[in-house]
């Protein structure tokens, strides 16, 4: 049974930066691609960031590339998501996901993910 703990959330002023963590564990935990999914009140989910299963496919949705950055530490058993020049639209409950084997796609839809973490606020303020 893989399991994924968000953490790292918090209020933040605009332009400042914040550093989510995903602790991932269980079986077979590195043979999941792992997706950042946001959302807020009166909004659909939108899908933030991806990482392959292997590493080697990543990809941001238009409203956070260049700011926001995904990554793994070297055990690959964590993944991040460090997030900069925050902006109040970025406001949101950011979830972790896990998808067996899966490859990043694009479209980051949250469909392709199986297994999903608890979540942690994030709040955008001045």
């Known amino acids: 049974q893989l399991q994924l703990v968000e953490s790292g959330g918090g209020l933040v002023q605009p332009g400042g930066s914040l550093r989510l963590s995903c602790a991932v564990s269980?079986?077979?935990?590195?043979?999941?691609?792992r997706g950042w999914f946001r959302q807020a009140p009166g909004k659909e989910r939108e899908g933030v960031s991806c990482?392959?299963?292997?590493?080697?496919?990543?990809n941001y949705a238009d409203s956070v590339a260049g700011r926001f950055t995904i990554s793994r530490d070297n055990a690959k058993n964590t993944v991040y998501l460090q997030m900069n020049i925050l902006k109040p639209e970025d406001t949101a409950v950011y979830h972790c996901?896990?998808?067996?084997?899966?490859?990043?796609?694009?479209?980051?839809?949250?469909?392709?993910?199986?297994?999903w973490g608890q979540g942690t606020q994030v709040t955008v303020s001045s």
């Open positions: 269980g079986f077979d935990a590195e043979y999941y691609a």
């Open positions: 996901a896990a998808d067996y084997f899966g490859l990043c796609a694009s479209s980051i839809n949250s469909d392709d993910y199986e297994r």
């Open positions: 990482i392959s299963y292997t590493g080697g496919s990543i």
